[in-house]
Antibody
Framework: QVTLRESGPALVKPTQTVTLTCTFSGFSLTTRGMCVSWIRQPPGKALEWLALIDWDGDKYYSKSLKTRLTVSKDTSKNQVVLRLTNMDPVDTATYYC???????????????WGQGILVTVSS | QSVLTQPPSASGAPGQRVTISCSGSSSNIGRNHVFWYQQVPGTAPKLLIYTNDQRPSGVPDRFSGSKSGTSASLAISGLRSGDEADYYCTAWDDSLGGFVFGPGTNVGVL
């Protein structure tokens, strides 16, 4: 059974860095084709893809947020960590992590999602 | 402004068929697979269609996906009140080096 759960602070101040952790079970990030991705959703708005890290350690970031994002993994703990620097009120959103599968030539479906964590940016 | 284009809303009476379009470009839908997600308000998105037209186990065959060129569509037949949700299309974009999501379509059942 695949599960993912996001954890981290619910409230951060502007200019701070937020660190979010995705703890998963039911699969291994050492298995070829397995990846974890982060997606966020501001209140009442659409989904926005942020980043991914795959079984080989390759990382991809949203072009618009690339300078502020860092994704890393700890395979021994089955965790993926997302860091977003210089937080602003516009970064207020529910942040989701999801399992992502790599197909024959490209990244494919986000087949399991965590419940999400609401991060509010406010002074 | 989203790279993929979807209508903001769609609706139909119970039992009717609703179709949602998703328009992209040669760098995303034109070259890569399309995926559809269903999000009931207050819950996490759920994978509905993968690889353009495949349904994960447990997704009713009332939901179907298709792709042609740089566009894709999701059809919901036999509309039910439980289908009321937001639907998002997404694809990998080779130019951006990441996934792009559509703005979402809110489906209502009249």
């Amino acid at each position: 059974q695949v599960t993912l759960r996001e954890s981290g602070p619910a409230l951060v101040k502007p200019t701070q860095t937020v660190t979010l952790t995705c703890t998963f079970s039911g699969f291994s990030l050492t298995t070829r084709g397995m990846c974890v991705s982060w997606i966020r959703q501001p209140p009442g708005k659409a989904l926005e893809w942020l980043a991914l890290i795959d079984w080989d350690g390759d990382k991809y970031y949203s072009k618009s947020l690339k300078t502020r994002l860092t994704v890393s993994k700890d395979t021994s703990k089955n965790q993926v960590v997302l860091r977003l620097t210089n937080m602003d009120p516009v970064d207020t959103a529910t942040y989701y992590c999801a399992r992502l599968k790599y197909g024959s030539v490209s990244y494919e479906e986000l087949d399991y999602w965590g419940q999400g964590i609401l991060v509010t940016v406010s002074s | 402004q989203s790279v993929l284009t979807q209508p903001p809303s769609a609706s139909g009476a119970p039992g009717q068929r609703v179709t949602i379009s998703c328009s992209g470009s040669s760098s995303n839908i034109g070259r890569n697979h399309v995926f559809w997600y269903q999000q009931v308000p207050g819950t996490a998105p759920k994978l509905l269609i993968y690889t353009n037209d495949q349904r994960p186990s447990g997704v009713p065959d009332r939901f179907s996906g298709s792709k042609s060129g740089t566009s894709a569509s999701l059809a919901i037949s036999g509309l039910r009140s439980g289908d009321e949700a937001d639907y998002y299309c997404t694809a990998w974009d080779d130019s951006l080096g990441g996934f792009v999501f559509g703005p979402g379509t809110n489906v209502g059942v009249l």
